[in-house]
């Protein structure tokens, strides 16, 4: 079967830095998405990691090791605003996406 | 219009009625997706249309219809709505399927409670 997994919920705090770890099993890979989901709207797109390695945007930062079905998410300088869910996501061989359930990242003061 | 959007933003249906929920995109995508998200669960895809006059099934396609007359427009019916129905429906629409980054856009949402 194919399986995304990702921590249920984080807590961090304004400043800093919080990791968002997501392991998966596909059948076939075709890149893996990072999506933001802001309680009661739609998800929006973060990140695209097709090779291994590190894809660094502003304060978020993609990494990704296709031998480990391995990929973060790393959120610098957190801001309050960046309190939201996380969602984790592969496109398989039939180029459809396979969602992990997300994260549910807290911010505190 | 600007991106994509669902209609309603929300219903309340008694079991047993039909009901189709609507999604318009001018962004010209080839690609249009509904999924259901439930609380704890991921996304699920119900049905896909990588091009006009296509459609596919996707993860949970039982109890649901699409079709795709043409580029715009990709609704989904509920032909007799059950309560496990229940659920908030994303519509989403990518410029094509296949490789590449593809990042696929995300209607409001459509929460629909089944009684």
Redesign the interface.
Known sequence: GQNIDQPTEMTATEGAIVQINCTYQTSGFNGLFWYQQHAGEAPTFLSYNVLDGLEEKGRFSSFLSRSKGYSYLLLKELQMKDSASYLCAVKDSNYQLIWGAGTKLIIKP | IAGITQAPTSQILAAGRRMTLRCTQDMRHNAMYW?RQDL??????IH?SNTAGTTGK?EVPDGYSVSRANTDDFPLTLASAVPSQTSVY?CASSDS?????N???????TRLTVT
């Not at chain 2, 704890?40 to 895809?45: F, S």
């Not at chain 2, 399927?97 to 980054?101: I, R, W």
């Not at chain 2, 990042?103 to 949402?109: M, N």
């Open positions: 999924y704890g669960l991921g996304l699920r895809l896909y996707g994303f399927e296949g490789k590449g980054a990042e696929q856009y995300f209607g409001p949402g």
